[in-house]
């Protein structure tokens, strides 16, 4: 009788490695039936008669990606002899979850700890004994690199299958999880008819489907397997299984009852428990050496449950002290004061003058481009230092724990764990933080990142949160903070709004990622990085925002007949004068602010070039002192606050709307992403003006009232109760779902 072996793991564990070395030349190359996922397979060297398998690198077992999928069904309908599980012991926490769920399957299998050599080089130990004994599993030490120890597991293996025994799994979730699954499993027993299954000596649970079919054969090893699917709802198996409506009921008080008690959902739950088993396996088994040590402690301090977020907190509250209101506030207010206030604008204009160019010339030089360009690149130095910041966190690996944290959060709001990457690289630039979006394969959490992640502040929206903070609020770097958390509160609100509509309800895909070690930041790393950044904002001074200012300059200073006008009387303000009644809710009613906010479509940076032109102009004096006076004196502080927000959430810039058209690939979405952003931005400056300003003794009136129904409204589409269930609920739930 032929062996069949199955090589299961996560990507990068070194299947491929121990494959080859096994294997040799017999390999054979092909697809698995009906997707484009690689099947390799091959006789061991030594024994013909053993055949390896290679299964696509997978994280864990739920079907979420086609490599899962081809997996799961894989093991569970070609049942192999054995499974022979390569574990990056190097990277053990997040290796181990896998491992938790392939010893759910009921075969034999044998863990493989690869990528010894790397543990014992870092100093580390692995108690393999106790890993083995915890986990009811045999577990080797290998290393395929380095062709250690291969050889001898996979002796282990052949005689491990040849004996066919199955190990109990291991004790993964809490008791009261325990005893959800134990009565399901029960169920299971009972309702299904013991059968002897041919010669064979497995006991074989057939259950008859309700039209007396045969809806699914089960091995008895394989019970829990199913009561672990029945309990997370999964639609494939709900299907398959075909229960009859009283024994369905029954599972969904079950898992009701459990979602109660816990006040989460199934499958959440699931996930949870096994993330926190992992956790304690790991730190049961693997002894670190000193300097892992440290790295602990101060892990268990910045992400920590309850203090990782004030920690967080006050990082970039620091941050943006620093950057904005500290060493790179003083710098800016040079730049933008005397700088490209005072000293290139007179140097350039007596240049010109002495050539003798035309005024209008010489005005659209000045007050245009100068002006326009001068007023975002003065915001150069807050920015340089905030990059700066930025990329030292990143370089000693606070950015990852970020990460680690901020996905913690977005899996409780029922975002995506994976759409944080999304949105953090969207504090960068929106554009490339879109199309991150793409390694989310749910449509739905795909599609829910792409409308969202623009509302996270970019790189371009910062001059317009220096210009708010500097000009109004006297540098305060509580006001640049705040436009952070208002944008990612923004992404959690939408993120539960959304969740509660039809096309939106689903549950979170889980995420796994590991935690990098700490090292002190390379130097010449930060700076390239950050002069990368600040690199691409100046080249979009020099392109987008010199054309931009150059056609706001123009259209102010002409009107319809083509001639020199003030700039009230200007095209622009006619433009400008037809939209302002819209914002004037908002609290900035001016043509100036209307003109500025669609400028800010074609870069969001052009806001503060389109105020440079049009506010800063007649302010640089002698001194130049100032710049921005004219623009503080247009607003009133909270209508500058709601300008700022309505700018940030709103439409984002034209590249990143041609990338959202890209990632939806479809027109309906797209303009349903940007109707979206539109009327949330809208609704929130409107409550921040309307209320702030009731709330500051200016009397209740029409405003008010409307942002009162607004706040309602937002309250009631987030409270509400979930009244759509993702297909995989409605599979497996009597009651069905509202379709
Ligand atoms: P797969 O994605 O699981 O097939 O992983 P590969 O076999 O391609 O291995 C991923 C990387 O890990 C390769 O660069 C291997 O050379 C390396 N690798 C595999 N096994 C070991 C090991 O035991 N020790 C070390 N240091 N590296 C290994």
New binding site residues.
Partial sequence: MSLRIALA????????????LLTGATQYVGNWPGVTVEKKEGALKNRPDVLLE?LP?IYSLSPYSPEEIVSRDYLLSSAPNMILN?V?A?NLERNLYLTTQLAELGLPMLVAL?????VHKRGDAIDVAKLSQLLKLPVVE?????D?GVREAVEQAIHLAENGEWSEPPCVFSGSLEHALAHIEDMLHHIFEDEKHGEDHHHVHRHHSRDGGLAVDIPEQQLRWYALRLFERDPHVCRQMALDEPTQARVEMLISAAEQAEDEDAEALLIRERYDYVERLTAACLVHSGKRKSAELLDRLLVNRWAALPIFALVMFAVYYVSISGLGGLLSDWATDTLFGALIPNAVSSWLAALQVSDWLIALIVDGIIAGVGAVLGFLPQLAILFLCLALLEDCGYMARIAFILDRIFRRFGLSGKSFIPMLIATGCAVPGIMASRTIENDKDRRMTVITASFMPCGAKLPLIGLIAGALFGGSALIAASAYVIGASSVLVSGLMLKKTRRFACSATPFIMELPDYHLPNLRNVLLQAWDRCKAFIKKAGTIILLASMLIWLLSNFNWRLQMSPADASMLASLGNLLAPLFAPLGWGSWQAAVATIAGLTAKEAIVGTMGVLYGVELVSETGMEMWSNFAAAFTPLGAYSFLLFNLLCVPCFAAVGAIRREMDSARWTLTALGYQACFAYGVSLCVYQLGRFLGGHGFNFGSAAAMLIVAIFLYLLLRKQRYQCEFAAACNPQGCAK
């Fill in positions: 793991g996560n990507p990068n564990s070194g299947k491929t490695t121990v494959f080859n290679d690198g390569i990056d190097s690869n990528m010894s050599d790397v290998i290393s395929a690199l380095h250690e």
